[in-house]
């Protein structure tokens, strides 16, 4: 009978670590992180200067061109005060440098 407790335990162990893993595998998504970008905008130790999400949704594409804004999603930038850099324009190099592409806190923009 103690010998039955004992594998008993030993299973919800296991399968309580297996949930644990699938929830931590689960919530980190295959998207890297991103922010739409004016290209344009670079400056040396800001970065890239960051616009609202619009201005990159085009269909079919990472790029485009809006009112005179060269817009283009960033991946895996740091973020501050406005300002995106040390990312990517690559998509696929984000993803391979995190991962599943997590990072931060997740697209944002206005």
């Known amino acids: 009978m103690a010998e039955t407790r004992r594998r008993l335990r030993s299973s919800t162990v296991v399968l309580g670590g297996m949930g644990v ?7 980190c998504g295959s998207e890297p992180d991103r922010r739409c970008v004016d290209r ?11 616009i609202a999400d619009r ?3 085009s269909p079919g594409s990472s790029v485009a061109s809006v009112g005179g ?10 973020v501050s005060g406005g300002y995106a850099e040390d990312g990517t324009f690559s998509r ?8 599943f592409g997590c ?3 997740g697209s944002g923009g206005g």
């Open 92 to 99: 696929s190099e984000a993803v391979d440098r995190n991962g």
């Open 21 to 27: 893993l699938a929830a931590a595998l689960t919530s």
């Open 103 to 105: 990072s931060g806190s």
């Open 40 to 50: 344009d905008s670079y400056t040396y130790g800001d970065g890239y200067r960051i």
């Open 69 to 78: 804004v060269d817009a283009a999603w960033y991946y895996d930038a740091e």
């Open 55 to 57: 201005n990159c949704n």
